[in-house]
């Protein structure tokens, strides 16, 4: 009996290098591989689905006494977060360990604002009481034993008005605060050096530039939108819209570019320079939006809303890729994105931080390089395949609490009914008639300058 044997050179078909290309055991010829197309349909489809069932993007909840009003980020350590509540209580959170390592009581009406220093060492809170406490920002590690407390901050800024929110400068040791009009503090002064108002209406938020550190924009009670300059201590440009907006945040990776939360359940991006319409319009809440943040890659944004959810979109995607909600969880006053893009921070109204996965069906910890090439393979089915009826639905789905199920469904038919009337008048009309605004200028009132 004759035995063939396959025998292969062991110096033919081992690498040289770890960077060299492994040899493909495979004829590559689609003549031989007739079913290729509907394996790699069937595999997209198994990896959306797959994607959906490890789908669990809630992580962990930290407790204060009363409903959370703020959040901060620390831009130099990636585990640290502030958070100011109702009842005047500041703590900072350990985020991996989850656990709170002091509490900076001081304050004796709402924490409205907090905001980190750029070399992470203090930070300043402001309140309806109508003080400015600057505090350090110790990141000792925890021992095991009661929560530390700082009753006394390194500094205290008195004012007339209660203050609604505050920023500080990305690299002098300034900080603005809003209230009655948007005054400019310095560290070493009891007094604001700057004060900056264009009408009489309170100022909502005011949130300074990243990459041009001497602009800031601020949001009011009047529905507008200003901006403004350090470097010529006047404003630059304001705009009107026909419905308030409640805070802002500007893209960290493209200077002119900012995004509102507007009472209208939309967010808006605009570019500075052309404030005449939007450059994106973001839908799919059903109540007013009451914070935003942008991620640190400026690529998407987190917001939260009234309506007691928090969505993830893409900076120029129209609607949310995803929505967290929880049972208990309730109006989300707050939101943060983390120091390096992977998790999302929201603060309610049920007294609880919660911490939420960037991206719900990741897995975190450390991969093995087999893993990851698995994880990078399936997202490319998936985008590849993201078209399909079938792909798109299981990708596109999401389980949404049944008092907003109901509202977006009401919402989508008023805007039908609105859509149709606006066709029958043009119909019924001399041509020309009806003019007709496109949606990223319809909500635009005046641009002043």
């Not at 993007?57 to 009363?66: E, I, K, R, V, Y």
């Not at 959040?71 to 509540?85: H, M």
């Not at 009009?181 to 530039?209: L, Y």
């Amino acid at each position: 009996m004759k035995v063939k044997t396959i025998n292969r050179s062991e110096e033919a078909y081992t690498r040289e290098r770890a960077q060299d290309v492994q040899k493909v055991h495979r004829n590559l010829d689609p003549s031989l591989h007739p079913f290729e197309k509907a394996k790699e349909y069937t595999r997209a489809l198994n990896a959306a689905k797959l994607e959906r069932v490890f789908a669990k993007p809630f992580l962990a909840s930290f407790t204060h006494d009363d409903g959370i009003t703020c959040l901060a980020r620390n831009p130099r350590r990636l585990n640290s977060l502030l958070s100011g509540s109702a009842d005047g209580d500041v703590r900072l959170w350990d985020v991996p360990a989850k656990r709170c390592l002091r509490r900076l009581v001081g304050h004796t009406g709402q924490v409205k604002g907090i905001s980190v220093t750029p070399d992470g060492e203090a930070c300043v809170t402001c309140s309806t009481d109508c003080t400015v406490k600057l505090w350090k920002v110790p990141f000792a590690p925890f021992d095991g034993g009661p929560i530390q407390e700082d009753q006394e901050p390194v500094l205290e800024f008195s004012g007339k008005y209660a203050f609604r929110a505050i920023d500080h400068h990305w690299d002098r040791p300034q900080f603005a605060t809003a209230g009655a009009a948007v005054e400019i503090w310095d560290h070493e002064r009891s007094e604001p050096v700057h004060s900056f108002s264009w009408g009489a209406d309170t100022i909502t938020s005011v949130r300074f530039n990243p990459a041009e550190p001497d602009v800031f924009a601020t949001t009011g009670s009047d529905r507008g939108i200003a901006l403004y300059d350090l470097r010529s201590n006047t404003p630059i440009r304001k705009l009107v819209m026909q419905t308030k907006t409640n805070a802002i945040a500007w893209n960290p990776m493209e200077a002119f570019n900012f995004t509102g939360a507007n009472e209208d359940c939309n967010l808006y991006t605009y570019d500075m320079r052309r404030l005449a319409s939007a450059s994106c319009v973001h839908q799919d809440f059903v109540s007013a939006v009451m914070d935003v943040d942008y991620s640190p890659t400026g690529r998407e944004f987190v917001a939260g809303s009234y309506d007691r959810s928090v969505r993830i979109f893409s900076f120029n995607g129209g609607h949310s890729r995803d929505v967290y909600h929880t049972k208990r969880m309730q109006r989300v006053f707050a939101v943060r994105f983390s120091g390096d893009g992977t998790y999302v921070f929201s603060g309610s109204d049920d007294m609880n931080v919660r911490v939420w996965k960037a991206n719900a069906s990741e897995q975190l910890g450390t991969l093995l390089p087999r893993e990851r090439k698995r994880q990078q393979y399936n997202a490319a089915l998936v985008e590849r395949h993201k078209h399909l009826p079938e792909v798109a639905r299981i990708v596109r789905h999401r389980h949404l609490p049944a008092p907003i199920y109901k509202a977006a469904k009401l919402r989508r038919t008023q805007l039908d009914s609105e859509r149709r009337k606006t066709q029958n008048r043009i119909a019924h009309s001399a041509p020309g008639s009806v003019q007709l605004k496109p949606a990223r200028k319809k909500k635009v009132v005046a641009e002043l300058e």
